[in-house]
Every structure is written in structure tokens, then in C-alpha cells.
């Protein structure tokens, strides 16, 4: 028996999926060759670190939401977490940052586990599993809160964690690109990250070929509690505050990002690289839309940036999957 | 001493007794068959074996311990590998990933893609399978996969080998290579389970069989010393003899007029020039090896794929389908080759299943008319002896012969002329399969034209008015009554194979 067995670069091109993502870094390319022509200061210094610092965090949530995606689950307390992850740890930075950093991401953790446990053991669908826990990790932080933001402490260095720079980059950024490279590699280069594509290509598959499929699927949403608490870290870092009531929306752009980097909402196909490139992609767009509005030609308010935004995931997963499509009719 | 002991197994679903007293032992280095018709229990006992189900009673000793694998990966872990009837694995991934899946090479904890690669293509090499070991598993077709699947189980140096159903979907050259690597196995001393519903291949490859029925075990005994009339007696009683009846009492066809006439059919490599005529009356079937085109041709016809090249005439006029839903219009049928896939829903009902393209005739002003849809239901599962609790019950929990069942009314409540079946018998029992093949017959007599595409070429020669034989995407011969043996058949499908390489993959 003789397999059809096309050179490897041709499969590239051939490959829908890997079209997609490539798709996704030419329009960040774009976008960026459009802002450095149109507006003076887009690719000033102050304007790329600013705009890592903030967009760390979703990128964070992103990351995590890329993995749960490919399990073919999806984490919809993210925002939630990320709010209970900051209150947190506004509590805990009076011990230190060490000590800030830990609980917030511990917080996290712990969601993640819950929420890990609720779909594996409970059985319950992700998308109820982890709306109960968006509710109740709102509820967590506000409880612990007392219904206001928390000031974190000053007398501590917690608050270097998110204002502070590390070699002339904003140390939010250096933790996001930690965070990226470790989970390119976790995805690509270990077994455990073939064994999650495995579970999210097909679960009865992985369980039959002698995975444990209940303990991945746990680890993945441990994984992305535990990033929805360190962007909250991040939040609480950057802003002097934990914020009860910050995060809303923040799993739609998570779950944005990952899609527009090509990974199937399906499950079983998904590039944390490419998740990257989407997560910076959806936020390169606010940053262009707010110089636009700088310029006084237009004025904008929050509301039209979202509905543009809206328009424009949709277009560019329309696109994408013209593309796929296409391809598959080859 | 055994490798394997299972005695007094007992399994129930929901109450449903699936296993009441079955038992099984494996000597060290034997190939043991174990046979008996879907429903039987034969896939609910491996599946105890290999960690998938945990049983309610009984005992289990693996190498003279008693164990209870909690999942498959401590079956694993014990030496147990097993290739499932269903073949599971992840196709969106590598056939090196597949193949190693749970046992990833490494270096410094990091896969090593190398010898990872390089592992998986020696692994399939043992079965002269050469494929590019990086591509996606979805890129091959269904025999690809099982050689993969063989390939991982054979790699893990297991004790034990279970195949469930291995041969399915293998033509005749893959199932001399799998046997000589059971072959090898056996003389490693590695002990094989293989079920299978070829009879044939039971004789030719194992050493004892274990008999089935009613989720007990009825016999075993050794291959030698039972005939295949006894075995089968054993398997299904006295039905298969009726059932065998049945089909060589039906009427001799009168083709009618033609339905569909093709001619110059191509697309892509796989189909290249195929010519093919269906009358009302009249069952073609469409042989050929693997790969030589048959299930390309029958998605050509029903509209599933556009021909590139060809005619299609329909009552005599040119006609060109875009999309299935047109032909489906003009009363064609398909039941697919892949149930899983593209068949069945599987938490759906019977009831819905039966009736899903019949959806829109029934509905009056928009509502599924309920006394309606009950009626055609119950006349299906009558007509076709589907066996089942209730129409409510989900068609998953049925055998796959009563799915296919279920299928096959599916297309006949649309009332159709022409009924395309795709392996209509793959994976289900001798005594369904002989039901089914029935009811093909007699549709064709009462004027329904009929395209069959089949593996078994007993099942041709038992049912086929006429036969298109396939080779490499093109039609090189058409048999008609009196020509169709084993020997034309098989002389025309390897008339236009080259003898380098193969025509399909």
C-alpha cells in the first residue's frame, strides 16, 4: 500500500490550518505597517512598551484559553478568575511579592481545579462548568473585597511586578513571553502536549490508546486558572488595585485570539504561536483605533471601537475559513 | 498455564444484560478466534479484558494473577495492546504521533521527532506500509489507519495482541501481511485474540475459537478439528440456513429500463474513467481492490463530489448533480460505507434516526406529524426484523447490523430508484449480514435499481445481476449473469494492476 505523500513544504501551503495562521502574523504585519505610515509616535518606544505591559495580561488568558480550546473545552470564568486572582493578591502583597504573585496565581489554580473536577469527575459540559465558575469567582472576589477595589500594599516591591522594567522591557511582558515560550514548547516538544491535542482530536481515541484522559483535561484547566490568575496579579500590579469587578468580557477576547490564530474551537488543532499573534492582532487594533481617534479626524467612543472590533473578528474569521474551505475542495 | 482466564464474566448496561456467563482462556503464544454474531458480547468481553469496561462479576487472571485493569492504560501497561473494530485514533495528528501516542520517545524530557519518526516508519515497514510518517493520519484512507493502528499495537511489545475486526477494512494483500505478522507474533510467543467475521481467516491464522452467543460462551474448540458449517450452526443456530435460503430462493431479476448510465467518469487520480449502468431491477455491484475507485465513483454518482471529467445521463437525459440534496431529489439513496462517520447520530433515536431525511414529507405546516412518523417507523423495523427495546431507545446501544438496518430504511422510506450501498455489510454479523443482503434482493425485485460497492466477493457472486470491475480508477470489465465467478472477477481486477507500486493508498 502506497499513501499519498506530499513533500513536506508543499504540505504547508496545502495544509488549511497552517494558512490561517500564517494568515493571522501577515495582517499583524499589516496592521503595524499601517500605524508606523499613518501615525507619528506608533512605534515610538513609550507605545510598545505601554502596549506590551497592558496587553500581557490578555495575551496570559489567551494562552491558557488556546489550551483549554484544544481539548476542545473552552474557559469561560477566565475574566472572573483574573478579577478574584487581583483581589487576591492585593491581599497577599503585603507579605511580599513573592508572596503577591502566589496567592493571586494559587487563586487561579484552585478555580482552574474546581473547574477541571466539575467537568471530569461531575461530568458537566465546560461551557456550564466554567459560566458557574465565572459567577462564583465574581462573587469570591467581591465578598472578599467588600464590594470596592483593594489597594495593594506600597511597602512592598509587589507593585514592581507590574510597573517595573526588567533590561529596558516591562516585566508583565517578560512574564507573557515566559509564558509563550514555555507553553510553545510544553505543546510541541513534550508528550504531554501531543497527548492534549490527542484527547481534543478525539477523546474515546486518547482513552482506548491508554491516556488518562480525566487528568489531562484537569492539568489543562489547572493551567488556564492558574494564567487567569497571574494576569489578575498583573492587573492588581499595574493598576495599585485588586478589582472585584474588572474582567468582564476579557474570556471573549481569549477565546477571539485563539480562533483567529486558526485553532479549532472543535478541538484537536491549535498553535500557541499563533494564539499569540492573534491576542496581539485583537489588541494592536484598539491601540490603532485610539491613535485614529487622536489624530481628530474621528472620534470614537469605547462603544464604536467594539463594534468595529466585532466586525472585524468577524470578517477575519470569514476569511479564514474561505480559505480552509477552499483548500479542501482542492 | 493461561495467559488469559476470564470465567462467569458478567456485564449489564442499564439492566440490559450484555454478558451473562462468559469465560475465555488464552494459551501463551496462541491465536485464539473468538466468533459469534453482533450482539453475542464479543466486543463487551474484550472490552472487559482490555480495561474499557469494568465487569460486574466474574473473574479475570492475566500471566496467573487476578487483576481489574481500571482503564485501558494499565491493560497497556500489563501487555495488553488491542486494535479496535472501531478504529481509534486522532486524526488530526502525525501517523508517528498515532503510533506513539502515551509513549513518546524523549530526550531530556523533549520528544525526539527523529526517532520518533524514524521508529514509526519501521514500525509500519513490517507491513510494507510507506507512508510519510509526519502527515496527518486523516489524510489516509481507512486502510492506511488500521495499518497504523496494527502498527502501534504490534510496537509495545505487548503479550498479548487483541484485534477487533482487524481485517474489515484491509484488502487481500494487507490481510497476508497481517498474518504473517501474527505469524511472527505467535512464534515470539505472543499470544493473539483475533475476532473476525471471515470465516476464512480463522481458518487460515488461529489455533482454537471460542463460540458465542447470547453474551455466553457456548464452545471452544480447536480450528482443526470444527467444520465451518458446524461453526457457524454454532454461531447463529438454525438462522443462517433459513436466511441462505432465502436469498438463492429469490426470483431471477428482469432488468428494466435504464436508471442511470455514466460513462467517462473521472476526478482526480483515484477515478479516471469509469463507465457504469444501473437498471431498475438490478443489482450492480461495483468490484475492485482497495482504493481502485468504488466508493469514488459512488459519491460521483450521488453527487457528493463533481466529476471533472464524464457523462451522467439520468432516464436517458444529461445531468450533472451539485450537492447530494438533487439527487436525492431525483431518488437516489446512499448508505455510506463509514456508519460512525457519516451515518448514524448516534444520541439520537431510532425513531429520529429512521425518519431524518424523511423529515420534511413528514411535517404538516411545519410540524413532524408524530402518528405518521410512528407509522413509517413501525413498519421499518418490522420489515427489516430490526432488533431493538423501542424506537425511543438512542441507535448507539444498537448492533451494528440493526444500525445499519436502521440506515438502510433510512433511504428506503424516501421511497428511492436507485439505492447506492457503500460495504453495506462491513463489521456486522454473518446472520444480519445475510438480512441485509436479503432485503437488497428483494428490493430489486420489486424495481428498485441497485449500486453496491463490496470488499466480498462471496457477496457479489451471491447477489449481483451484473458486475463492474474496477482497476485503478478505471472500469476494465463488465461481467453479466452466468460470467460472475471468483475467477473472472478476480482475473479482471488484476488485470490493470502494475506490478510496481500499488494502484491505491
Known sequence: ?330 | MALVAMHGIRKAFNAVPALVDASLEIEPGEVMALVGQNGAGKSTMIKILTGAYRRDEGTLTFDGRPVDFPNPGAAQDAGISTIYQEINLVPHRSVAENVFLGREPTRLGFIDWRRMNREAEAALARFNVSVDVQAPLSTFNAATRQMVAIARAVSRKARLVVMDESTSSLDEREVATLFDTIRTLKRDGVSVLFVSHRLDELYAVCDRVTIMRDGATIGVHPMSAITKMDLVTAMLGRALAAAEHRLHDAPPHKAGAPIVEAAGLARGRRLRDVDLAVHSGEVVALAGLLGSGRTETARVLFGADRPEAGSLKLDGRDVAFGEPSEAIEAGFGFLSEDRKIEGIIPDMSVAENLTLALMPRLAKAGVIDRAAQREVVNRFIRRLGIKLASPDQKIRELSGGNQQKVLLARWLAMNPRLLIVDEPTRGIDVGAKADVLTMIRELAGAGLGVVMVSSELEEIISLADRVTVLSDGRSVRDLHAGEIDETSIMAAMASDVPTTGAPHG
Open chain 1, 1 to 330: 500500500m502506497t499513501a499519498v505523500a506530499p513533500a513536506p513544504a508543499r504540505r504547508t501551503l496545502r495544509n488549511p490550518r497552517a494558512m490561517a495562521r500564517w494568515g493571522v502574523v501577515l495582517a499583524l504585519v499589516a496592521l503595524i505597517l499601517f500605524g508606523w505610515a499613518r501615525y507619528d509616535n506608533f512605534l515610538s518606544e513609550y507605545n510598545i512598551l505601554s502596549f506590551l505591559r497592558y496587553n500581557s495580561m490578555f495575551a496570559l488568558i489567551a494562552l491558557g484559553m488556546c489550551f483549554v480550546i484544544i481539548t476542545g473545552g473552552i474557559d469561560l470564568s477566565v475574566g472572573g478568575v483574573a478579577a478574584l486572582g487581583s483581589v487576591v493578591a492585593a491581599y497577599a502583597s503585603g507579605y511580599g511579592l513573592a508572596a503577591g504573585v502566589a496567592a493571586g496565581t494559587g487563586a487561579g489554580l484552585l478555580a482552574g481545579l474546581i473547574n477541571g473536577l466539575v467537568v471530569t469527575r461531575l461530568k458537566i459540559a465546560p461551557f456550564i462548568a466554567t459560566l458557574a465558575m465565572m459567577l462564583a469567582a465574581y462573587g469570591t472576589a467581591l465578598l472578599l473585597a467588600g464590594n470596592q477595589s483593594v489597594s495593594v500594599s506600597w511597602d512592598t516591591a509587589f507593585i514592581t511586578f507590574g510597573q517595573n522594567d526588567f533590561l529596558g522591557f516591562p516585566i508583565p511582558a517578560w512574564v507573557m513571553l515566559a509564558a509563550f515560550v514555555i507553553g510553545w514548547v510544553v505543546l510541541e516538544h513534550r508528550p504531554i502536549g501531543r497527548r492534549i491535542l490527542a484527547v481534543g482530536g478525539s477523546e474515546d481515541a486518547s482513552r482506548l490508546m491508554g491516556l488518562s484522559v480525566e487528568t489531562i483535561l484537569t492539568g489543562v484547566y489547572m493551567a488556564s486558572g492558574a494564567l487567569a490568575g497571574l494576569a489578575g496579579v498583573i492587573l492588581a500590579a499595574q493598576f495599585g488595585a485588586g478589582q472585584p469587578t474588572e474582567g468582564v468580557g476579557w474570556e471573549l477576547f481569549a477565546i477571539a485570539s485563539v480562533v483567529v490564530g486558526g485553532t479549532l474551537l472543535t478541538g484537536g488543532v491549535g498553535s500557541v504561536a499563533a494564539t499569540f499573534a492573534g491576542a496581539m492582532l485583537l489588541a494592536l487594533l484598539f491601540n490603532v483605533l485610539n491613535f485614529e481617534n487622536g489624530k481628530g479626524w474621528i472620534s470614537l467612543s469605547a462603544y464604536w471601537q467594539s463594534v468595529i472590533r466585532g466586525a472585524f473578528l468577524l470578517l477575519f474569521v470569514l476569511i479564514q475559513a474561505r480559505i480552509a474551505t477552499g483548500e479542501e475542495d482542492d
